[in-house]
């Protein structure tokens, strides 16, 4: 009798775990955001007024020629992500909250208007958001509170974050001032296909890996099981190499290391419905095994 007891418990237990099946685990645990230009369109006009400051601090602050400065400014940035990793890369000392000062301070921050839509977007999404920008706090503050999206995300991670030493407004020494003497030589070698000769940056950011390592510990993030969303193609080809799911935002055209392209960060539901169907998956608790469960993945 207990034997029999015994084979009808396992049998209704066999036959409950073949009915049910419980919720596959999600796909993604965090999305990771950039800020400037994917947030808000590059026709805001920020970008633009960025590189004139930037390129009048480069003539104002550390004395470079003008006639040069736009040549200079775009080379370094092309090779270190962002114009102040390049100028401290190939000599220029100087503090980096001034630096900030300077080229943030005085953007046209009025052109952002509050985004409704893609607050409502970024607020129903049932998975863990972070900001992942090259950007000092106070500039990532204030384009996010433009927005009306200050509330949105879990946590920032900004320039401080990872660079949480200040640049020193000490004057050159004689390494500093040797290597600026080779600045044209080092310019030179950057539009060489080999890049080994160029200098290292002391600072820490997109698109070289060790900071996407550091932001990947600071909040806990599991690269693959993360979304990142990002303008520039350099940032994503790092991420993708580095495990990282990826979003090219500003084109339709997807380029190599980009598993989505959205023309706009508004089109992120069309795009991406599933990153939705997550909280309808967790709603339902456990389905029954003989329905079926279709997954539909649009690329933009």
């Avoid at 990771?32 to 947030?39: C, I, K, R, W």
């Avoid at 040549?71 to 900030?100: C, P, Q, W």
């Avoid at 500003?250 to 190599?256: C, F, I, L």
Wanted: charge should be negative; charged fraction near 25%.
């Amino acid at each position: 009798m207990l034997l029999m007891l015994i084979e009808l418990t396992q049998s209704i237990k066999m036959e409950y775990e073949n009915k049910y099946q419980h919720v596959p685990a999600a796909k993604y645990e965090c999305l990771l955001f950039d800020v400037d230009d994917t947030l808000y369109p590059l026709s805001s006009g920020l970008s633009k007024a960025c590189t004139k400051n930037i390129e009048e601090f480069m003539i104002q602050k550390l004395g470079i020629e003008g006639n040069k400065v736009t040549e200079i400014n775009r080379v370094l940035y092309k090779n270190y992500g962002t114009s102040m990793a390049g100028l401290r890369a190939v000599g220029y000392n100087f503090d980096h909250d001034d630096y900030h000062s300077f080229v943030h301070g005085r953007l046209p921050y009025e052109n952002l208007k509050p985004d409704p839509v893609m607050r409502s977007l970024l607020l129903s999404l049932p998975i863990r958001k972070v900001i992942f920008s090259n950007g000092d706090k106070v500039h990532v503050a204030k384009v996010l509170r433009k927005l009306g999206l200050e509330d949105c995300f879990e946590r920032v991670i900004s320039f401080e974050t990872l660079n949480p030493t200040n640049g020193s407004s000490t004057s050159d020494g004689e390494d500093s001032l040797k290597l600026r003497g080779l600045s044209s030589e080092i310019l030179d070698a950057t539009n060489c296909p080999c890049q080994s000769a160029l200098p290292e940056t002391p600072i820490i950011c997109k698109p070289f890996e060790n900071a996407f390592e550091q932001a990947f510990n600071i909040a806990n993030i599991n690269p693959q099981k993360t979304l990142f969303f990002d303008d520039s193609v350099r940032n994503i080809q790092t991420g993708k190499q580095i495990g990282l799911h990826t979003v090219l935002v500003g084109t339709s055209q997807r380029t190599n290391g980009a598993d989505y392209a959205l023309e706009s960060i508004h089109n992120i539901r069309e795009a991406l419905p599933e990153l939705w169907e997550a909280d309808n998956k967790k709603s339902e608790g456990v389905r029954y095994s003989g329905e079926v469960a279709i997954q539909t993945s649009v690329m933009a």
